[in-house]
């Protein structure tokens, strides 16, 4: 029965140890930082017009972009380039996938709301220190069920 604690004990700390360590950002997609040069060209001849070359936007044609980033998960950028929002016109026949997946990189790197940014700062900050804790949390119980398993293996000659 020790065994067995141990055992799970240290398979616990295992998962721990690989749930700290993955990025929840990736769930939703990242923006590369090695598209924006790509994407500032498509940003320039496609949606410059309307949203300014500054991204602050222009009366009558295309709203503010700074912030974008805050405002909603890539996903729902990519989308809305893609199939169009409100007075904004699709753009998925328009320009290729890549196109567009650069065109939202640019944006979403590029015009960004200082104190917001901030603001996500401290948070990463404290959701890595979350995901360090865990991890040492994970590598402890492995260190103690392996500890235990040798233990029990001593103590039984097993």
């Not at 990736?26 to 940003?43: I, L, N, R, T």
């Not at 222009?58 to 990519?78: E, F, K, S």
């Not at 979350?130 to 103690?144: K, N, R």
Request: hydrophobic share 45%.
């Amino acid at each position: 029965m020790k065994r067995i604690f141990a055992m799970t004990l240290a398979l616990s700390g295992l998962l721990l140890v690989v749930v700290a360590g993955s990025a929840p950002a990736s769930a939703q997609g990242a923006d590369d930082p090695a598209q924006v040069a790509q994407g500032q060209v498509v940003f320039e001849l496609s949606c410059a017009g309307c949203h300014g070359d500054d991204g602050a936007g222009v009366t009558g044609a295309g709203r503010p972009l700074t912030g974008i980033a805050n405002q909603g998960d890539r996903a729902v950028h990519i989308d809305s380039i893609t199939t169009g929002k409100g007075g904004m016109p699709a753009f998925g026949e328009r320009l290729s996938s890549d196109e567009i997946e650069q065109a939202a990189s640019y944006v979403r790197l590029t015009f960004v709301d200082e104190a917001a940014a901030a603001t996500a700062d401290e948070e990463l900050a404290r959701t890595g220190a979350g995901s360090a804790g865990l991890a040492v949390v994970g590598v402890t119980m492995v260190t103690g069920g392996m500890y235990l398993v040798t233990w029990n293996r001593r103590r039984t000659g097993m």
